[in-house]
T-cell receptor, first 111, second 115 residues
Framework: DAKTTQPPSMDCAEGRAANLPCNHS???????VYWYRQIHSQGPQYIIH???NNETNEMASLIITEDRKSSTLILPHATLRDTAVYYC????????????FGTGTRLKVLA | GAVVSQHPSRVICKSGTSVKIECRSL??????MFWYRQFPKKSLMLMAT?????????EQGVEKDKFLINHASLTLSTLTVTSAHPEDSSFYIC???????????FGPGTRLTVT
């Protein structure tokens, strides 16, 4: 599976948009980008995923660059409850798949 | 929907004993279940993948005789840590996916402390 790199930490003011980048420069054509977050001492929670088009749901938006080598997760109006570690994962849809978690980005939303 | 539970949520055991952790998919049938462990301030590390009715596939470096996985039904997988030692103390998390999907649903985790 393709590896991902994310900044180790970010701060964001409450009410502002949080933009979390992810680099996946070795991604191949059949690989999706998935985003999860983990609030302290809980299991990860699914946020959103995409292949090449931008995606939006009630939690977030996912912007994938045209060459698919990077993506950005956007939390439009961050709240204190969005403080968590955010993981970007790339998975292949051919054959057996598995999640390989990177180090993630620790987002701290500040009051 | 898509709820995964784990039991127990935390357990303390003495060195040398075995501990069983259950992972259940409550409202869907899980084709595949995954087991992860997570040390403090570290990322999740995949330990093994289990499919219902077949033997689990372990990641490199994970001892299959120490971490016994049983996936007896489409809603239940168990992880047994045998002869636990203090270095096995960790946060164990399971996840499950449903047929044809790549999205994994994670359990709340089990914190194991071996004294």
């Amino acid at each position: 599976d393709a590896k991902t790199t994310q900044p180790p930490s970010m701060d964001c003011a409450e009410g502002r948009a949080a933009n979390l980048p992810c680099n996946h420069s070795t991604i191949s054509g059949n690989e999706y980008v998935y985003w999860y977050r983990q609030i302290h001492s809980q299991g990860p929670q699914y946020i959103i995923h995409g292949l090449k088009n931008n995606e939006t749901n009630e939690m977030a938006s996912l912007i994938i660059t045209e060459d698919r080598k990077s993506s950005t997760l956007i939390l439009p109006h961050a709240t204190l409850r969005d403080t968590a570690v955010y993981y970007c994962i790339v998975i292949s849809t051919s054959g057996t798949y598995k999640y390989i978690f990177g180090t993630g980005t620790r987002l701290k939303v500040l009051a | 929907g898509a709820v995964v539970s784990q039991h127990p949520s935390r357990v303390i055991c003495k060195s040398g004993t075995s501990v069983k952790i259950e992972c259940r998919s409550l409202d869907f049938q899980a084709t595949t279940m995954f087991w992860y462990r997570q040390f403090p301030k570290k990322s999740l590390m995949l330990m093994a993948t289990s499919n219902e009715g077949s033997k689990a596939t372990y990641e490199q470096g994970v001892e299959k005789d120490k971490f016994l996985i049983n996936h007896a039904s489409l809603t239940l997988s168990t992880l047994t840590v045998t002869s636990a030692h203090p270095e096995d103390s960790s946060f164990y998390i399971c996840s499950a996916d449903s047929r044809g999907a790549y999205e994994q649903y994670f359990g709340p985790g089990t914190r194991l402390t071996v004294t």
